[in-house]
């Protein structure tokens, strides 16, 4: 059985873990890994499946956490069971209130048209609707388009995590994004991280994520329940950013206006770009990079 951990505190819009987390080493490493990626321009995908209570939560919080101490910018929203009718209400949870803080020089850079429909998905940007009609279904390809310029404009100073927590209960708005979101990731740091129940998890859902799977575009961890407690095994990983950069032979740091979710934010790196397509060239995507 688990030990109950401690209350989680709350910090800055991010729930941060507080106690030991327990196992997890090889789900820890992979993450891990998907950060090192990070740091070095890649943009990825990870998705943490399993049963109601078996800590996927736990997990998006630990890489949440390690993401910050990094510098990463952490940007977290979650499903509800409730806003299932609310069109991409998991990306207004994780992005609105991130977006509705940004100084407007950030989001005038972006196209008109990207700037009018960022503004009928995002509550907080709607005055930049500037009387344009919203998108009809059929062209939502053009809020996915939208949705992934917004994401590499927040990824340009330093990397962004986007955890998407509770995916089974997401608006098919929502699923339709992330899955744009997958065949063509953002061309930019930008890794999405979710968790979610796989009984509970619409058709399509899966079948993006599957699809996404095979293309090596995402990396799945599905957790079983922990075994018992012996000693030593607490995971023993700090929460402290590595002393030295993984990539020590880049270009100067640049400074960053940006703050991040932990209120803190070390001098970025300036990433060379990824050069590993993430996509076999049989998959029917655009050439890499998408533009
Ligand atoms: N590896 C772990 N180490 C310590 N506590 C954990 C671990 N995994 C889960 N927990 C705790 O168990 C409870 C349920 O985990 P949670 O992440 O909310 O599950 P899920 O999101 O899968 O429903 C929480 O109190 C969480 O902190
Ligand atoms: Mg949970």
């Known amino acids: 059985m688990l030990p109950v951990p401690p209350r989680a505190r709350n910090r800055g819009g991010v729930t941060l873990p507080t106690g030991h987390l327990v196992g997890r080493a090889d789900e820890l490493g992979s993450l891990e890994r998907l950060l090192d990626e990070l740091d070095r321009g ?16 736990r997990l998006l919080r630990e890489v949440a956490a390690w993401a910050g101490a990094r510098g990463h910018l952490v940007l977290s929203g979650a499903a509800s069971e409730f806003e299932r009718d609310l069109p991409f209400s998991v990306f207004i949870d994780a992005l609105d209130e991130y977006v509705a803080g940004l100084e407007p020089a950030r989001l005038a850079v972006l196209d008109d048209a990207v700037q009018a429909e960022l503004a009928h998905v995002f509550p907080s940007l709607s005055a930049l609707a500037d009387g344009r009609e919203v998108a009809a279904q059929s062209e939502r390809y053009r809020s996915h388009r939208a949705v992934r310029e917004l994401l590499e404009r927040l990824a340009a100073p330093t990397p962004l995590v986007l955890v998407l927590d509770d995916l089974h209960w997401a608006d098919s708005a929502s699923v339709e994004l992330l899955g744009a979101l997958l065949r063509r990731p953002p061309a930019a740091a930008v890794l999405v991280a979710v968790a979610l129940r796989p009984r509970q998890t619409p058709e399509r859902l899966s079948a993006a994520l599957e699809r996404a799977h095979r293309a090596a ?55 060379p770009p990824c050069l590993r397509p993430r996509w076999p060239a049989s998959a029917s995507r655009p050439p890499w990079p998408p533009r």
């Open 42 to 57: 890649c943009p990825g995908a990870v998705e943490v499946a399993g049963a109601p209570g078996i800590g996927k939560t």
């Open 217 to 271: 575009a995402l990396t799945r961890i599905g957790l079983g329940a922990l075994t018992p407690l012996r000693p030593g095994s607490f995971s023993a990983k700090p929460l402290t950013p590595p002393t030295e950069p993984p990539c020590t032979s880049r270009a100067a740091a640049t400074p960053s206006t940006w703050s991040s979710s932990f209120g803190r934010l070390s001098a970025p790196v300036r990433s």
